[in-house]
């Protein structure tokens, strides 16, 4: 119990660090919660210094998923019940930081991380491809992610049979939308800027 517990506090703190603050305050001394949409995720950072910073970011963010969830499943050998606690602090941690007053990101790239780590990589590769026909068909990031995300509870459901996955895909469906609500009503008043991918 007390490694389940010291691992919950090292995925929350993990998942916490800002690195698309501290990135963008490093390199342009600018708040990236100022800038376009006021996201501290990848999106938002290639918006204001470039691709290669926003996919570093998106790299990092994603490395707070699969960091404490592979060690929940590959050392510790936690249960499915223990595993969704570590990844869904995870993603808790990207969303509400305690660095920036609980204010973060949108925790995508921290979701992917975490299936990434359960999902294996064929059926993450095969998840990403998914990802990358929807993103290059409607050309929005936001649309993309929350469209994928809500297919998570069936893929559970369906592919590994688990209803402790079940149950975290229903968890995150709810916390990405809710973290995308502004998102959602700039698409819906077709305002969401497009993603072009070259």
Known sequence: MLDFILLLIFSYLLGSIPFGYLITKLKKGTDIRKVGSGSIGGTNVARALGFKWGLLVGILDLLKGVIPVSLAIYSFHFNEWQIIGVALVAVL????????????????????????????????????????????????????????????????????????????????????????????????EEREPKFKIK
């Not at 979701?111 to 929005?140: D, E, N, P, S, T």
Request: glycine share 10%; no cysteine.
């Open 93 to 188: 941690g990207h969303i509400f930081p305690v660095w920036l007053k609980f204010k973060g990101g949108k925790g995508v790239a921290t979701v992917f991380g975490a299936l990434a780590a359960i999902f294996g990589w064929k059926i993450f590769l095969i998840w990403i491809l998914g990802w990358v026909v929807v993103l290059a068909i409607f050309q929005i990031m936001s649309f993309t992610n929350l469209l994928l995300v809500t297919f998570l509870p069936l893929i559970f459901l369906t592919v590994f049979f688990s209803i402790p996955y079940f149950v975290f895909g229903l968890l995150i469906v709810g916390l990405v939308w809710w973290s995308h609500r502004e998102n959602v009503k700039r698409i819906i």
